[in-house]
């Protein structure tokens, strides 16, 4: 069955980098839109970055500006700059398809900002 594989979380001291993977397959990733979601610990699903188009030249945003969304043939990244204490957090990744409408999820990665 498909599978939505994040890796490379963990813990990281304030003002560092982290990049994040979700490794998955070729037709997915050409298929679906691929999103990036991260849950805090007593708080709602936030959206933080998507794909909105599959090929080499992708259709990408980042709704935070340390944030950057990317991707190659079966991976897609999120690289995360100046991280924060507030950007603790799972992050999931999503593969979401609108007709017929299907969804995806990985299990998520911890992200642990922290000192």
């Known amino acids: 069955q498909v599978q939505l594989v994040e890796s490379g979380g963990g813990l990281v001291q304030p003002g560092g980098s982290m990049r994040l993977s979700c490794a998955t397959s070729g037709s997915i990733l050409n298929i679906y839109a691929m999103r990036w979601y991260r849950q805090a610990p007593g708080k709602e699903s936030e959206l933080v970055a998507f794909?909105?188009?599959?090929?080499k030249a992708n259709c990408v945003d980042s709704l935070k500006s340390r944030y950057t969304i990317s991707r190659d043939s079966t991976t897609v990244y999120l690289q995360m700059n100046s991280l924060e204490p507030e950007d603790t957090a799972v992050y999931y990744c999503n593969a979401h398809r609108d007709w017929p409408v299907n969804d995806y999820w990985g299990k998520g990665t911890l992200v642990t900002v922290s000192s």
């Open positions: 794909v909105t188009c599959g090929g």
